[in-house]
């Protein structure tokens, strides 16, 4: 305790200094976002030396309920002193099967109805490890479909899926049969089209792939696709395509994995991203969010897919019980407060101010996403193109917009395509006055950055 009081006396400083001394050169976020935090309550966190952010990162979507809200820490305190045992393996608690019943209340009533519950090792990827072994187990399968720009984790199979190139590209031998599908990212559509035309062309192809006896892709086990790409730099896929894409692979015999580790538990305005649809997936991944902010990984899938053998997947701390007891308080209140719906209306608050900017500064390329899942593109305020004809992706000034944010107390991540997408992903408990005081703090970091640069702010 004297050890941990000593260190809180220390600044920023100090700290960034030693994390950067012992920790290894795979960090990534105090590259970016130079902070220690000493403090954190509802959507701010504080700094060691005093200062406090808005967090519109948020454990990457982690903290559903922003910071130490008080019905995750009584839910962990309660846990605590009700002397259940916090690792449990698989073997089932009180708690977990309570959690169950709120995990399966909160499905639409169709997948409920005839759903499986499995709990991974304690990340996303590992639910997504698990969501491509249990399709190859179920179809007798080996290829999995995926799409550029999708994120799914950076262990070996969840790397291999991903669209990303800058984890993988000096990793040989990865997962083998994966093949990459074009995704319906209007703004910048790999067809050099655009709007509902995009789609209709990314369907199409689809459907040309896996009818065509030379395609040379052999009938692959599953598809796995984020309805709102994350780190692909918040581009949303219509709903009519998720559609489309539903009914090509119930046709083919390909399960669909809708990767939800980041769009689930209302971040997008409704409760799952999926619903936007109205589709039923075969199989569903589930983390960050479901654990009230501690760690914890679940799998969701039809029943009939229920076919691999005790012990097929395993994971030292899939039986976190604080994760449960935390995630249970969080999922009922979601549900009771109807913070998915919140987010839907706080999310097109914040939408309307980021457009406002879009029609100011042309450096802003498009303004896109769902609920409180939002994503600002930067592009060259000069109109200048890239080979392919499309606006041409500014990293450098994205950078210094995030830096101008943080230095006003606004924490944002960057993402997409050359890492020039600014990305919104603030707490669902965020209020209306919040979300004008961070929408405030966004056009003054853009407007000093962009003026600096020749043509960059409109008259």
């Not at 009584?74 to 959690?99: C, G, N, R, Y």
């Not at 262990?155 to 190139?165: F, K, N, Q, R, V």
């Not at 839907?344 to 609920?371: C, N, T, W």
């Not at 944010?405 to 919040?434: D, K, M, N, T, Y």
């Amino acid at each position: 305790m004297l050890h941990i009081l000593d260190t809180e006396r220390r600044g920023n400083r100090q700290l960034l200094d030693s994390q950067a001394a012992r920790e290894s050169n795979a960090r990534s976020y105090p590259r970016r976002l130079p902070l220690a935090i000493a403090r954190a309550e509802g959507i701010h966190v504080t700094d060691m030396d005093g200062k406090t952010y808005v967090d519109c990162l948020a454990g990457a979507g982690t903290l559903a309920l922003g910071h130490n809200h008080p019905v995750v820490v009584d839910a962990i305190k309660a846990a605590l002193d009700s002397k259940l045992p916090l690792h449990t393996l698989d073997i089932t608690t009180p708690v977990k099967e309570a959690f169950v019943d709120e995990l399966f209340a909160s499905l639409p009533p169709e997948f409920a109805s005839q759903a499986r519950v499995h709990f991974c090792a304690p990340t996303g990827a590992d639910g997504v490890e698990a969501a491509v072994k249990l399709a190859k187990i179920a179809t007798g399968r080996s290829g999995i479909l995926s799409f550029h720009g999708g994120y799914h984790g950076s262990t070996h199979a969840a790397m291999s899926l991903s669209g990303s190139l800058h984890q993988k590209i000096d990793i040989p031998g990865l997962m083998p049969e994966v093949q990459f599908l074009p995704y319906p990212y209007a703004y910048r559509c790999p067809f050099g089209a655009g709007g509902a035309r995009c789609q209709q062309l990314s369907a199409h192809y689809i459907r040309s792939l896996l009818a065509d006896p030379e395609s040379g892709v052999r009938p692959p086990a599953a598809m796995i696709v984020e309805v709102v790409q994350g780190e692909g730099g918040v581009v949303a896929a219509p709903n009519e395509w998720l559609r489309e894409i539903r009914r090509i692979t119930e046709e083919h015999g390909i399960l669909l994995i809708v990767d939800e580790v980041q769009t689930g538990f209302g971040r997008t305005g409704k409760l799952f991203a999926f619903e936007h649809a109205g589709i039923v997936p075969d199989i569903v991944v589930m983390s960050k969010a479901i654990g009230g902010s501690l760690p914890l990984s679940v799998l969701l899938y039809r029943k009939q897919f229920d076919v691999w053998k005790p012990g097929a997947h395993i994971g030292t701390f899939r039986g976190n019980q604080l994760a449960m007891a935390a995630g249970l308080a969080s999922l009922k209140h979601l549900r009771s407060e109807n913070l998915a719906q919140h987010a839907a209306q706080r999310g097109a608050q914040l939408m309307e101010r980021l457009s406002a900017l879009h029609r100011a500064f042309p450096a802003i390329g498009d303004v896109r996403g769902r609920g409180l899942m939002i994503g600002v593109e930067i592009v060259d305020g000069h109109g200048r193109s890239d080979t392919l004809g499309q606006p041409l992706a500014d990293p450098a000034l994205a950078s210094a917009i995030q830096r101008a944010c943080f230095q006003r107390g606004l924490i944002l991540e960057l993402g997409g395509r050359h890492s020039s997408v600014v990305r919104f992903l603030p707490p669902l408990i965020v209020s209306a006055a919040q979300v004008d005081a961070i929408a405030g703090m966004f056009e003054d970091a853009v407007r000093e950055v962009t003026a600096s640069v020749r043509g960059g702010v409109a008259a």
